[in-house]
């Protein structure tokens, strides 16, 4: 193992305290949790051995993961399938990703998730990226559903300064609501700051109605080029043993970010919320691999291993998402969920859980609601196998991809084929 093991200890001890099952809540505090370029073998509970992510682990082990669960190559048509429950081919956010000086957004006539929750009550909540746009204020995430936000609104940004960069373009990306504070957070770490807002919030909700907090962090993706990955001095100490800088930081990064989900889940914990909440994790894309093979774009050291591409490309290294469910009353904790599945399906899902009606969505919504499938019930999951997923369809780049059974038709390439291949790390698994 990489790094010390005191918190898995104290995390696994509380799980065990809990495995008793609590009766099912009706409208639980719903804690989303997005990792940024997260590639497939960089967490401990998909096999790597070395890379150590136990409040990862340990909560993917005791809830149900998602082994066959599939996103976008990229990083805004992801989030706005995530978000709206449609594919990106349907809300015309299929191609490429909203670069800053450009005036486009998630269309307005799609509803979002924290609408949906809202309108059963809940509080809303966005932590972290947005990456949906902003060129007008009716796209930012306080005019779509989020009573409080605190984070930025681009694609990603120096981890202390908060200066996002676009090409040639620099600005200051920080907000809280719709006030610009990117100097009240400056020399901070986006990590940090995350934790201490998501801990803000869990501390401070309300008798009478639940939560709903999407914590989108900014790990592990790179910060503005060449500078990739930064990370406070006393996790890069405790990673000394790895020779190179740029994996070291970015095991580091990933070590403060499961530290992170350990503090939040702690203070669930201590404000006796942990019986109440449902945690969903989901990476957003799979990881940019160029630094590791001496490209210059697509940046990044992440791992898709053993799957082939990388972010951007349609091969499995590239749409292959991280996903699990965790909530202490699921009868069907500790098991996995192979059924093919998509990141729009959390929309109807988290929907359902929270104590929606179904027949309010969207009749033409594209995600199907998981719930029962997760909570392992057979009788009512029978419904919603799905046997057929397309995963783009891009008319611009002229690449598409869908997977019908064990049958996957991929055509074009992306970044003239340079991801296409399979990527090894040195050093590291
Ligand atoms: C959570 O639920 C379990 C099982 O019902 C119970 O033993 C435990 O005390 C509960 N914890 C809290 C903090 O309510
Ligand atoms: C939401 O709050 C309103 C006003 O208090 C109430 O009428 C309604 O029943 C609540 N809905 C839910 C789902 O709790
Ligand atoms: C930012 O860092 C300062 C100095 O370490 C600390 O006092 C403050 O609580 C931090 N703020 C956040 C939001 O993490
Ligand atoms: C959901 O709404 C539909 C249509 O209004 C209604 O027929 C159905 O009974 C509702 N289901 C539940 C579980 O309330
Ligand atoms: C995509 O295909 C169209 C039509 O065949 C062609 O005009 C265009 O140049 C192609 N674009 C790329 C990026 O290859």
């Given at each position: 193992?990489?790094?010390?093991?005191?918190?898995?200890?104290?995390?696994?001890?509380?799980?065990?305290?809990?495995?008793?099952?609590?009766?099912?809540?009706?409208?639980?505090?719903?804690?989303?949790?997005?990792?940024?370029?997260?590639?497939?073998?960089?967490?401990?509970?998909?096999?790597?051995?070395?890379?150590?992510?136990?409040?990862?682990?340990?909560?993917?082990?005791?809830?149900?993961?998602?082994?066959?669960?599939?996103?976008?190559?990229?990083?805004?048509?992801?989030?706005?399938?995530?978000?709206?429950?449609?594919?990106?081919?349907?809300?015309?956010?299929?191609?490429?990703?909203?670069?800053?000086?450009?005036?486009?957004?998630?269309?307005?006539?799609?509803?979002?998730?924290?609408?949906?929750?809202?309108?059963?009550?809940?509080?809303?909540?966005?932590?972290?990226?947005?990456?949906?746009?902003?060129?007008?204020?009716?796209?930012?995430?306080?005019?779509?559903?989020?009573?409080?936000?605190?984070?930025?609104?681009?694609?990603?940004?120096?981890?202390?300064?908060?200066?996002?960069?676009?090409?040639?373009?620099?600005?200051?990306?920080?907000?809280?609501?719709?006030?610009?504070?990117?100097?009240?957070?400056?020399?901070?770490?986006?990590?940090?700051?995350?934790?201490?807002?998501?801990?803000?919030?869990?501390?401070?909700?309300?008798?009478?109605?639940?939560?709903?907090?999407?914590?989108?962090?900014?790990?592990?993706?790179?910060?503005?080029?060449?500078?990739?990955?930064?990370?406070?001095?006393?996790?890069?100490?405790?990673?000394?043993?790895?020779?190179?800088?740029?994996?070291?930081?970015?095991?580091?990064?990933?070590?403060?970010?499961?530290?992170?989900?350990?503090?939040?889940?702690?203070?669930?914990?201590?404000?006796?919320?942990?019986?109440?909440?449902?945690?969903?994790?989901?990476?957003?894309?799979?990881?940019?691999?160029?630094?590791?093979?001496?490209?210059?774009?697509?940046?990044?050291?992440?791992?898709?291993?053993?799957?082939?591409?990388?972010?951007?490309?349609?091969?499995?290294?590239?749409?292959?998402?991280?996903?699990?469910?965790?909530?202490?009353?699921?009868?069907?904790?500790?098991?996995?969920?192979?059924?093919?599945?998509?990141?729009?399906?959390?929309?109807p899902t988290l929907f359902s859980f929270a104590g929606g009606n179904e027949s309010?969505?969207?009749?033409?919504?594209?995600?199907?609601?998981?719930?029962?499938?997760?909570?392992?019930?057979?009788?009512?999951?029978?419904?919603?196998?799905?046997?057929?997923?397309?995963?783009?369809?891009?008319?611009?780049?002229?690449?598409?991809?869908?997977?019908?059974?064990?049958?996957?038709?991929?055509?074009?390439?992306?970044?003239?084929?340079?991801?296409?291949?399979?990527?090894?790390?040195?050093?590291?698994?």
């Amino acid at each position: 193992m990489l790094c010390s093991k005191f918190k898995t200890s104290c995390l696994v001890m509380f799980i065990i305290c809990l495995l008793e099952s609590s009766a099912e809540i009706k409208r639980p505090n719903v804690l989303l949790i997005i990792v940024d370029d997260l590639g497939w073998n960089d967490v401990g509970f998909t096999g790597n051995k070395l890379i150590s992510t136990p409040n990862i682990d340990t909560l993917a082990k005791e809830g149900v993961t998602l082994s066959n669960y599939y996103v976008s190559p990229i990083c805004s048509p992801s989030r706005s399938a995530l978000l709206t429950g449609f594919h990106p081919i349907h809300t015309g956010m299929q191609h490429d990703v909203i670069a800053s000086d450009e005036p486009w957004g998630l269309p307005q006539q799609f509803k979002i998730l924290p609408q949906y929750l809202k309108s059963l009550n809940y509080s809303t909540h966005l932590i972290g990226k947005w990456h949906q746009g902003f060129y007008s204020k009716r796209h930012i995430p306080t005019k779509r559903g989020f009573d409080t936000f605190n984070g930025y609104l681009s694609g990603a940004t120096d981890y202390y300064d908060r200066i996002t960069r676009y090409g040639s373009q620099w600005g200051l990306d920080w907000y809280e609501n719709e006030t610009p504070s990117a100097s009240k957070y400056a020399f901070n770490h986006t990590t940090d700051i995350l934790t201490s807002q998501a801990i803000k919030l869990i501390q401070s909700r309300s008798k009478n109605n639940p939560w709903f907090i999407a914590i989108s962090y900014q790990a592990v993706h790179i910060a503005n080029s060449p500078k990739l990955y930064q990370v406070p001095i006393d996790y890069l100490n405790r990673f000394k043993f790895i020779k190179d800088l740029t994996m070291r930081s970015y095991v580091a990064l990933l070590a403060s970010l499961d530290d992170s989900i350990g503090t939040i889940f702690n203070h669930l914990h201590k404000t006796g919320q942990a019986n109440s909440t449902l945690i969903v994790f989901t990476s957003d894309n799979g990881a940019p691999t160029g630094t590791l093979t001496g490209k210059n774009c697509n940046l990044g050291v992440g791992s898709n291993q053993p799957l082939r591409g990388a972010k951007y490309t349609l091969w499995e290294g590239g749409i292959k998402g991280l996903s699990w469910i965790w909530a202490n009353w699921l009868k069907s904790k500790g098991t996995v969920y192979n059924g093919l599945s998509h990141i729009t399906d959390w929309t109807p899902t988290l929907f359902s859980f929270a104590g929606g009606n179904e027949s309010s969505l969207p009749a033409n919504i594209d995600g199907i609601n998981l719930r029962y499938a997760l909570e392992g019930n057979r009788k009512r999951s029978k419904i919603i196998m799905r046997n057929e997923l397309i995963h783009n369809i891009d008319d611009i780049w002229n690449v598409s991809a869908i997977r019908i059974d064990d049958y996957k038709l991929v055509t074009g390439t992306v970044l003239d084929g340079q991801f296409d291949d399979w990527h090894l790390r040195h050093g590291l698994p």
